[in-house]
């Protein structure tokens, strides 16, 4: 496949094909003045896969992080199930201030717990009444094919809610450590500085409760090494190419709402 490429902004770069070059997307240009909601099935999703991106882009727009599900479960220490919610919403406000973004929306949606169908239907008209208020212009959330099952599910909700409330949506779709896109899904390259590196590190580690079962730190930055070595020749020169982008670098799938294929019709 043949690609354009638009320059957006300083280090970030949208790849799309020729044929399908979406006007909207060029017009958001720089992306200032954007209202912006982040959707986090979990706590930490938002550091770990697009931290980076985030912080950028709170520089100039309203960066709104929602959580979806309490995630208490991933909690090991034995505490209350209240208790272990408290944590985990604590370090994602904590997260949030590291990088800069609007104090999170929490959502607690049942289907963590019960994903019987009354319990899907309530949550999916809780994000569908949320994204309603918030009115959003651009989109964060996991990729479609991501295998994490809450991650998937609220996706899910938030694809159908878009299609319900009839918006001009941008979708940003991020890829997670569960689910890493293929090369031909990837079309926005966000190549990270040492000192976004540094607070999107610092944001990760907010998240003390997942750190001390898992070193997701570790994780995020290894991705974020592999796609700065690969995706210059995979992607932008071809194979056998040399082209810098740095040592850090987040990829996504950007996708204009009209061009989706939605979860009710698929």
Same mark, same amino acid.
């Given at each position: 496949? #043949?690609?354009?490429?638009?320059?957006?902004?300083?280090?970030?770069?949208?790849? @799309?094909?020729?044929?399908?070059?979406?006007?909207?997307?060029?017009?958001?240009?720089?992306?200032?003045?954007?209202?912006?909601?982040?959707?986090?099935?979990?706590?930490?999703?938002?550091?770990?896969?697009?931290?980076?991106?985030?912080?950028?882009? #709170?520089?100039?727009?309203?960066?709104?992080?929602?959580?979806?599900? @309490?995630?208490?479960?991933?909690?090991?220490?034995?505490?209350?199930?209240?208790?272990?919610?408290?944590?985990? +919403?604590? +370090?994602?406000?904590?997260?949030?201030?590291?990088?800069?973004?609007?104090?999170?929306?929490?959502?607690?949606?049942?289907?963590?717990?019960? @994903?019987? +169908?009354?319990?899907?239907?309530?949550?999916?008209?809780?994000?569908?009444?949320?994204?309603?208020?918030?009115?959003?212009?651009?989109?964060?959330?996991?990729? &479609?094919?991501? #295998?994490?099952?809450?991650?998937?599910?609220?996706?899910?909700?938030?694809?159908?809610?878009?299609?319900?409330?009839?918006?001009?949506?941008?979708?940003?779709?991020?890829?997670?450590?569960?689910?890493?896109?293929?090369?031909?899904?990837?079309?926005?390259?966000?190549?990270?500085?040492?000192?976004?590196?540094?607070?999107?590190?610092?944001?990760?580690?907010?998240?003390?409760?997942?750190?001390?079962?898992?070193?997701?730190?570790?994780?995020?930055? @290894?991705?974020?090494?592999?796609?700065?070595?690969?995706?210059?020749?995979?992607?932008?020169?071809?194979?056998?190419?040399?082209?810098?982008?740095?040592?850090?670098?987040?990829?996504?799938?950007?996708?204009?709402?009209?061009? +989706? &294929?939605?979860? #009710?019709?698929?």
């Amino acid at each position: 496949m #043949s690609y354009i490429m638009y320059y957006m902004e300083k280090d970030i770069y949208l790849y @799309t094909s020729g044929e399908k070059t979406n006007s909207q997307l060029r017009e958001l240009g720089g992306w200032k003045n954007k209202k912006v909601l982040a959707f986090s099935p979990h706590a930490d999703d938002l550091s770990i896969a697009a931290g980076g991106f985030l912080h950028m882009l #709170s520089q100039g727009n309203k960066v709104q992080p929602v959580l979806g599900f @309490t995630g208490w479960r991933g909690v090991n220490s034995g505490l209350a199930k209240e208790v272990a919610i408290a944590v985990r +919403e604590k +370090e994602m406000m904590v997260e949030a201030k590291v990088l800069e973004l609007q104090p999170p929306i929490l959502l607690r949606l049942l289907s963590y717990e019960n @994903t019987d +169908e009354l319990s899907q239907d309530k949550d999916s008209l809780a994000v569908e009444e949320m994204i309603n208020q918030e009115q959003p212009e651009i989109i964060f959330l996991p990729s &479609q094919g991501d #295998s994490q099952p809450r991650h998937r599910a609220l996706t899910n909700y938030v694809r159908q809610a878009v299609q319900l409330c009839g918006l001009s949506v941008v979708m940003v779709y991020y890829e997670t450590p569960w689910s890493l896109f293929a090369a031909d899904q990837i079309n926005l390259l966000v190549p990270l500085d040492k000192r976004v590196m540094v607070r999107k590190t610092k944001a990760i580690k907010a998240h003390m409760s997942q750190i001390a079962r898992t070193d997701f730190a570790k994780i995020s930055r @290894t991705m974020l090494e592999y796609r700065a070595l690969t995706i210059p020749e995979q992607i932008v020169g071809g194979f056998g190419s040399q082209t810098d982008l740095g040592k850090w670098m987040e990829v996504y799938q950007i996708r204009n709402y009209k061009e +989706e &294929q939605w979860a #009710s019709k698929e």
